[in-house]
Every structure is written in structure tokens, then in C-alpha cells.
């Protein structure tokens, strides 16, 4: 009989299987189905622990809202922690809230430290990343900071492709409460667009508390919601810091549902592809990319399941929406109205109608005054509103050294420099609309503007600025304006009655040298073409270092900062991370910046930007305009995301035939191209000292130009005898030394992990 029973149940649940996978046409189980519609799948949990997790994020596979087309979910685990209770991740993140209504979820990442560990004598470092890649998430700039903690430390960030830091000292200074300024601490903005970082304490010498710091036992570096963090100094000399926020730090994300824009989205309803399904739902564009979806106005709850958005009842909320009379809820609206005998005030207060004792004359007149009063009073108010405007614009003008750049001006005579204001590049860019952007990067954003007289430009907005660079400004730029060189991007003018001040630059209508070697589907790049961008822009390299005075240092060589214009002729641009070259040879920066892949490993432990930094990092370009690879290749095995390593090891197997573009490499040219990228591997040697400089390097790559005559191609026997003679002239100019892949530091540098 028992067994019977057994029987009758399991033939009944395999009934109502097969049942349900016919209802809803697909082989697997309903929930899947219904996390493709947008709906929450029945016996899925709402919450983990004490956190909400709504629609479209779910626990478990078949709980989260999986977008077409696409490789992430929403998916979130539930998961058992060491004190039993349960709480939600992702990818090892402890995630402690999730709002639908602002497109936000709030993580806890770990804080990165590097610490004193008396038993061994020795430091210790944790280096924590995040990567949410592949996910629907961005880490906000808005909301989060970067932060550096410590004495005598030196720390650096990789995010996505940019690398920015600081250095930190007690030495001499004496810490103090909320002041994260630079003395134990420091605080620096996070890039826009960003879903990946990675810290890095790269030099051990200089990040030892024990010897320059007693009684400083830790360095940190951490991402953290701008709101949850105040420096104290007790962080210092303790592990407090790390103590309280129990080894991780809260961090405030973005998301959206896919990349695609609400047009494009809207297209795609019939595959379930369209998120926004409840009715009184609208679809938000997100400025970074991709869009979320808001109950419409005068509702509120979730847009991403059918019937989520509901009406609110405002006349249940009188804080929110104020109405002292007759409140009527209304579908999406309400309606506030008055008793009969009074009337509106405020759109929300009722006032009893008074019958007036004074002659209707009286209160003409009263109200005439009234409105001149009203009338007079506003003028006063907008006209000192628009003195202190004009005096806040005064004050960054004096700031940034704009009386000095005037008078500079006017005794050098024939400097075709201008000074603009803020209206006039307002008018240029149309207010700087996103429509407008050329392109975005670590230093600021640049403009497409059109000046009085259809005179075409690029108008760069910095995004900051230190102290010490501001009373310097207006001297550098006088200095900038004076460059005239046909391979260097000419500098037009600036705006110094701003907070930040923003450049102008002539615009050059090509693209950039990134996008003219990097582009799958561009044209056939010849190696004449190749060699003569790379001349031309170290030409112009060389004008900075020798020729200006005082002489300029880029430190932001890329092949992204190289322009094009139409005849593809080289115009170097973005002097975002320039400097002068110092008078004091001890000069240090305390805020390191350029590029992942592209930066002098010799900078970075340094902290001092020289003529050398520039040529290591044209020996990078060189290296793109030989292979046609990106400097770092985040995808790729651990020993082969950085270019450099990648080639140096190529060179030392014999190997380089293999690494070469296969549109310039042949028979012919072998030998030429392997003489070619022994003069990048002169520009990557780790000590500046043992570098060519870039007139040496000119002077090389105009050898080169001579040989690519056509010419020289009839008689191959004479053009490697010609070779041969130029590599012996070159090893008796500039050793080539050795760059060693063995050093650990090194390595952790040029492959930006």
C-alpha cells in the first residue's frame, strides 16, 4: 500500500513537471522563464539576512533577471558567514543595500594595506582589486573616494588604464582631524566610467614605516564612499582604521540593465530584451552608458515587474505633499482645494476671505507698492548676486596668475595668445554638451567648439588642479603659448575666471594614432607611413626638451595623444601632465600621472618626471607601431598583458620575427624592422641614464626615413650593408643594456597588476 502511494505521488509531480514546461514552451522550469519576462519567479527569496533584493536582482540562477545578448546577470548569493547569520554577495563583495528607485547597490570591498610585521622584520602587503566587468555595475565617481593612509608611503591605483596616486610624509608636519590633505593622508577623485581597480605599494624602500616612521605600523589605500570617511590621526599610529571598518571599506555602484540606450532598448520588447514592463514606467538614459528604468511620476515602486509601479496616495503623505485644504487622490496626481469662503495660498494653504474695511483705492494702491517693493527688493538681490559672481570670477582669475600672464602679454609683443571667457567657450561648446565631447581621459575632458568667425577648436576642461600648479598657470601658459613647432598641436588660448581653467586648443580633424593602428577595420598602415608619424612626433618631442625655454616635459606620451590631421602628419597634443622642467633637481611630484603601460618605471619610484620619462614612453609607441598591440592587454595570460615584457621576451628568444605586424613584415624588410626595435629597446632601458634622448632618437629615425627611399629597394645587397654599418654607428652612441624581467617591482609595473 505504501508503495503504491510512492508511486501515485511521484507519477503526479512528474506530470505537473512535464505541464509546466509545455504552459510555458521551453524545457526548463518556470522560474526561468519568468526571470526572462521580468517577473520575480515564484518561491524565489525577497530578502537575504536583513537586505531587501528586489527585481531584477534574485537569488540563486534562476532568480535574477538574465538581459539577452548579454554575459552578466543579476544574480546575488545568500550566503552562511563565520557568526551563522546569512548574508548577500557578488563575486565576494558583501552587498548591503540595493535601491531600484535611484539605480544604486552599496558593497563592501577590502581595504589594501601594507604593513610592519616585527616578527619577521619585513613588510607585508594586501593588495585587494575589484573588477565588475562583465556585470551590470560602475563604481560611482560621485560617491566614492580614493584615499591613501599612512606616513613615508608611496602608493599608486590602476583603473581601467590609468594610473593615478600620491605620496605621503609625517615628517616635519603634524597630522590633524579631517584634514586628509596630504600630511598621513591623502584623498583623490575616482574616475568617471569605471569598473575596475587595482592598488599597488610598488616600493618597498620607500613604504617602511619602521625605519622613517616610528611607531607607524600601517599604510592603507582603499576606495570608500565619501561620506563614510573622516581622517583621524589615531590612524596612523595604530590599526584603528583598519580595526573599525573591519577590514573593508563601503563603496557606493551604479548599475543598469544592458549598454544599450532606451531607442534601442524600446526595439527589442517582443524578446524580452525591454526591462521597463510595468505600466506608468518610464526608461532612463544613464550619461555613462546603457539605461535603468523609474516609476513615472506620482508613482513609486518597481518598474522592472508587471504592475510594480502603483499610485501614490499623496494625501496620505502631508510632509511630502503639503495640502492644509480639500486633499482628492488622484491616478498619478491629487488635487488640493478650499472650502467655500476661503481661498488658495501656496498652492497648499487655505485662508477665509476677509471683507475689507478700506476703500477699494486703498488697497490698489497698497498692492501696487507691494509689487514695487517685491519688484525692487528682487533687482537688489540679482544685482549682488551678480557682484559676487563677477568677484568669485575676479578672484580665480588673480589666482591663476591672470594679471601676470596680462602683463607678460603686453611686453612681448606678437604672442598670438587669448584669454576667453567663460561665456564665449559656453557659446563654442553649447554649454559643453555631451553631443560635443572628442574625447575623455585622465587629465580632463575635450570639446569640439566653434568660436565667432567659424573658427573651429578644442576646448579642454581640466579636472584639477593643485595649489602649487595654480600660481605657476599664467607664467606656463605665456610659455606654452610661445611653442610654434607643424608637429605639435597649437596651444590658442585659455579661461581663468573659473575654479578649474580650460584650454584652447586649434582643432585637428583627424583621429588619433590609437585609433589609426588599433582599428580592426582601418586601412593598411605602410611602414613608410609608421616611420614617418614616429619621426615627426619625436621631432616635436625633441623641440619641447631642447628647444623651449625652459625646456617641457610631456609626461603623457601616447599613441592616443598623437593627432592626425588629413594628411595623417603627426601633432602632438593633451599637455595635461606637462611640467617645466624644475630648477631644483631634488623637485618631487607628489601626485603620479599617465598612462597604464605607457609609464617610466623609473617615475614611479622616483617620483621624478624627466626628458628620459618621455622617451620610455615613445619607446612604447614605437613598440604599437611595430606590432599593432595595445600597450597592456587586461584578457590576456599573466605573461603576456603588458606589450614591453611581452617583446623583451620575444627579443631574448630570437623570437621577434614573430611579434612583428604582419602588413610590414616580409623578406625584405627584416632586417630593418629588427634595427628598428632594437632603438625602442634603447628607449625602454629601466635607467633613464642609459636612454638616447629624443634629438638622438630623431637622429636615428631620420637614418631610418633615408633607407625607406625607393631607391634603396633595387639593391638589397647595399641596403643591409648600409644597415650594418648604422647599427655599429648606434652601439658606439648608446649602450643597450639590459632590462631585467626578473625584478618583481619592475614586472608588477609594466604589466599593470
Same mark, same amino acid.
Given at each position: ?23 510555458? %514552451?521551453?524545457?526548463? *522550469?518556470?522560474?526561468?522563464?519568468? &526571470? ?5 519567479? @515564484? ?37 552562511? #558567514? ?36 616585527? *616578527? ?9 582589486? !575589484?573588477?565588475? *566587468?562583465? *556585470? ?42 579631517? $584634514? ?44 570608500? +564612499?565619501? #561620506? ?20 573593508? $571599506? ?19 520588447? &517582443? ?42 496616495? +499623496? ?9 492644509? @485644504? ?63 559672481? =563677477? ?10 596668475? @591672470? ?10 609683443? @606678437?604672442? &598670438? ?64 603659448? =610661445? ?17 578649474? /581653467? ?19 577595420? %582601418? ?16 621631432? !616635436? ?13 610631456? %609626461? ?24 617645466? !622642467?624644475?630648477?631644483?633637481? &631634488? ?13 617610466? /618605471? ?89 636612454? /638616447? ?61
Amino acid at each position: 500500500m505504501r508503495k503504491l502511494r510512492y508511486y501515485r505521488l511521484l507519477f503526479g509531480r512528474l506530470v505537473l513537471f512535464l505541464l509546466s514546461s509545455i504552459s510555458w %514552451g521551453v524545457p526548463a *522550469s518556470a522560474t526561468a522563464a519568468d &526571470a526572462l519576462a521580468g517577473q520575480r519567479p @515564484g518561491g524565489c527569496p525577497s530578502k537575504c539576512g536583513d537586505v531587501d533584493i528586489p527585481f531584477p536582482f534574485g537569488i540563486g540562477e534562476k532568480c535574477a533577471l538574465q538581459p539577452l545578448n548579454t554575459r552578466y546577470d543579476f544574480k546575488i548569493d545568500c550566503l552562511s #558567514t563565520h557568526d551563522g547569520t546569512r548574508k548577500p554577495f557578488f563575486r565576494y563583495n558583501e552587498v548591503t543595500k540595493i535601491s531600484v528607485a535611484e539605480g544604486k547597490a552599496w558593497m563592501n570591498m577590502n581595504i589594501s594595506s601594507y604593513c610592519y610585521d616585527s *616578527s619577521s622584520g619585513t613588510m607585508k602587503g594586501k593588495s585587494e582589486s !575589484a573588477d565588475f *566587468s562583465d *556585470s551590470p555595475y560602475w563604481i560611482s565617481d560621485k560617491d566614492n573616494k580614493i584615499v591613501v593612509i599612512g606616513c613615508q608611503t608611496f602608493a599608486y591605483m590602476t583603473i581601467n588604464y590609468v594610473v593615478t596616486g600620491c605620496s605621503l610624509t609625517c615628517e616635519g608636519s603634524t597630522p590633524a582631524d579631517g $584634514a586628509c590633505t596630504g600630511v598621513g593622508c591623502c584623498q583623490l577623485d575616482f574616475p568617471k566610467a569605471t569598473w575596475y581597480y587595482s592598488p599597488h605599494f610598488p616600493n618597498e624602500n620607500y613604504n617602511t614605516s619602521k625605519k622613517t616612521w616610528t611607531g607607524s605600523p600601517c599604510s592603507y589605500m582603499t576606495v570608500i +564612499e565619501t #561620506t563614510a570617511f573622516r581622517f583621524k590621526k589615531s590612524y596612523l599610529n595604530s590599526t584603528v582604521f583598519y580595526d573599525t571598518h573591519r577590514g573593508v $571599506a563601503p563603496v557606493a555602484l551604479d548599475w543598469i540593465i544592458t549598454y544599450d540606450h532606451c531607442d534601442r532598448a524600446k526595439t527589442n520588447k &517582443a524578446s524580452y530584451a525591454y526591462a521597463c514592463i510595468s505600466e506608468n514606467s518610464d526608461c532612463v538614459d544613464e550619461p555613462k552608458g546603457g539605461y535603468r528604468c523609474k516609476c513615472s511620476d506620482g508613482y513609486q515602486g518597481n518598474p522592472y515587474i508587471q504592475g510594480g509601479c502603483q499610485d501614490i496616495d +499623496e494625501c496620505r503623505d502631508n510632509s511630502t505633499y503639503p495640502c492644509m @485644504g480639500i486633499c482628492k487622490n488622484m491616478v498619478g496626481y491629487y488635487t488640493c482645494s478650499c472650502n467655500e469662503g476661503s481661498y488658495m495660498v501656496n498652492n497648499s494653504t487655505c485662508v477665509p476671505n476677509q471683507k475689507s474695511a478700506f476703500p477699494a483705492k486703498h488697497v490698489i494702491g497698497g498692492s501696487v507698492g507691494l509689487v514695487v517693493l517685491v519688484i525692487s527688493v528682487t533687482c537688489a538681490c540679482f544685482i549682488k548676486e551678480r557682484r559676487k559672481l =563677477q568677484h568669485i570670477k575676479q578672484k580665480y582669475f588673480r589666482q591663476h596668475g @591672470g594679471l601676470l600672464l596680462f602683463e607678460e602679454m603686453k611686453s612681448q609683443q @606678437g604672442v &598670438a595668445f587669448k584669454i576667453f571667457s567663460e561665456k564665449e567657450l559656453q557659446q563654442a561648446t553649447n554649454k559643453f554638451d555631451e553631443k560635443q565631447v572628442l574625447g575623455r581621459g585622465g587629465n580632463g575632458i575635450v570639446y569640439k567648439g566653434l568660436l565667432k568667425g567659424n573658427i573651429e577648436v578644442a576646448v579642454k576642461r581640466c579636472m584639477t588642479m593643485d595649489d602649487q600648479k595654480k600660481k605657476e598657470f599664467g607664467k606656463e601658459m605665456l610659455i606654452l603659448s =610661445q611653442i610654434n613647432h607643424k608637429n605639435i598641436v597649437k596651444l590658442l588660448g585659455c579661461c581663468l575666471e573659473v575654479e578649474v /581653467p580650460i584650454l584652447v586648443y586649434e582643432y585637428i580633424p583627424n583621429r588619433t594614432l590609437f585609433h589609426l593602428i588599433h582599428d580592426n577595420h %582601418g586601412p593598411c598602415v605602410s611602414l613608410h607611413t609608421r616611420l614617418r608619424i614616429a619621426q615627426e612626433s619625436a621631432e !616635436a618631442l625633441a623641440y619641447l626638451h631642447s628647444c623651449a625655454s625652459p625646456p617641457i616635459f610631456h %609626461g603623457d606620451v601616447k599613441s592616443s595623444n598623437i593627432l592626425l590631421d588629413a594628411n595623417l602628419s603627426a601633432k602632438v597634443s593633451d599637455f595635461g601632465a606637462s611640467i617645466l !622642467a624644475p630648477t631644483d633637481e &631634488a623637485q618631487f611630484v607628489t601626485l603620479v600621472q599617465g598612462t597604464c603601460g605607457y609609464l617610466d /618605471p623609473e617615475y614611479m619610484q622616483t617620483c621624478q618626471l624627466t626628458d628620459k620619462s618621455d622617451v620610455y614612453s615613445f619607446g612604447v609607441v614605437l613598440l604599437e607601431l611595430l606590432t599593432r598591440k595595445q600597450p597592456i592587454n587586461l584578457v590576456a595570460s599573466e605573461h603576456e598583458k603588458s606589450l614591453t615584457m611581452r617583446f623583451l621576451t620575444a627579443r631574448n628568444e630570437n623570437k621577434l620575427e614573430d611579434i612583428f605586424d604582419f602588413q610590414i613584415k616580409n623578406n625584405n624588410n627584416l632586417k630593418f624592422l629588427q634595427d628598428v626595435a632594437e632603438l625602442a629597446i634603447q628607449c625602454l632601458e629601466m635607467s633613464g641614464v642609459n636612454r /638616447p634622448s629624443m634629438k638622438e632618437v630623431v637622429e636615428k629615425l631620420s637614418m631610418f626615413m633615408k633607407v625607406m627611399q625607393p631607391w634603396m629597394q633595387q639593391n638589397m645587397e647595399e641596403f643591409e650593408n648600409f644597415l650594418g654599418e648604422m647599427s655599429m654607428v648606434n652601439s658606439q652612441v648608446i649602450s643597450t643594456g639590459n632590462f631585467s624581467t626578473e625584478d618583481s617591482d619592475v614586472t608588477a609595473l609594466v604589466s599593470g597588476r
